[in-house]
């Protein structure tokens, strides 16, 4: 049995009061933790509420989940690594860094590293997922994600040797994603603009169908049921002897000559060649 929202026990969670739930349990850790993906403050926001809008599309789906929280967070890291951010203007300049020093320090070295690195390091150092989690939730073996996570960290321990040890590390990342005070929007938003969105893409799917089928229509009722020819164009004739209106002109006396000379030869025939009895 379940509470639901007034504490009364034994009422089951509508789907509105389950997505809250998780909502709230998820999205405030999850902005901070997408932060350290992106080191844009408003991005992560943008990242995890987008995430929590498909997770209200695909609510029955999601809420059947093994760990609905786990699929949340990869939908969010994956919004936020989009490479298509690189193209908007509102994310082509830098946000204001962390005041402290060494939280700059570590955002800085945290950005520098490959973006498979870093969501491999932020699940393992960060969350705190064991390797194979972190393998599957990355999409990648887990020697692939141990090696990932290895050149992770040697990175950052070169440019900061106080993080070469894992717990020191695990502490600043957490120091570094708390003191942002990032916040998320409230749930009944968030799940408002998902079911806008769905509405907007139904209709435009209905949309660009109705397109097709009338193009498709249109094209068949115009199309020809058999092959004409093209008319090819007129055109002059060109070097083509001009003959009087008599007829040809008369040959030379050197052409009649010859002319005279090879019907002689026709006639005649050539020489052959008969063999002889020894």
């Not at 992106?38 to 991005?43: A, Q, S, Y």
């Not at 008599?246 to 052959?272: D, F, H, K, S, Y």
């Amino acid at each position: 049995m379940t509470r639901d929202q007034s504490g009364l026990v034994g009422r089951p969670l509508t789907p509105a009061q389950a997505f809250d739930a998780l909502y709230a349990f998820c999205a405030p850790a999850l902005v901070r933790q997408t932060y350290l993906l992106t080191g844009r403050r408003e991005l992560a926001r943008e990242a995890v509420e987008r995430a929590f809008q498909l997770a209200w599309q695909r609510w029955p789906e999601v809420a059947r989940d093994r760990d609905p929280g786990g699929w949340v967070r990869a939908v969010a890291y994956d919004c936020a690594l989009s490479p298509w951010h690189r193209y908007r203007p509102r994310y082509r300049h830098p946000e204001p860094p962390p005041a402290d020093p060494a939280d700059r320090a570590l955002l800085y070295a945290l950005m520098r590293l490959p973006a498979s690195y870093r969501r491999t390091l932020v699940l393992y150092d960060g969350v705190g997922l064991d390797l194979p989690e972190t393998a599957a939730e990355t999409e990648a073996s887990t020697p692939a994600a141990a090696n990932r996570l290895t050149h992770a960290r040697a990175a950052l321990a070169a440019r900061l040797p106080e993080l070469a040890d894992p717990g020191e590390l695990h502490r600043r990342l957490l120091v570094l994603a708390s003191t942002e005070r990032l916040r998320a929007a409230g749930p009944g938003p968030v799940r408002s603009e998902g079911e806008r969105r769905s509405v907007f893409w139904t209709r435009a799917a209905i949309a660009f169908t109705v397109a097709i089928v009338g193009a498709t229509t249109l094209t068949l009722w115009t199309a020809p049921t058999h092959f004409e020819a093209p008319i090819v164009p007129a055109q002059a004739v060109q070097e083509v002897p001009v003959f009087g209106l008599m007829g040809p002109a008369p040959l030379a006396r050197l052409e009649q000559a010859l002319g005279v000379t090879l019907r002689g030869v026709a006639a005649r025939g050539p020489e052959r060649l008969a063999p002889q009895a020894g």
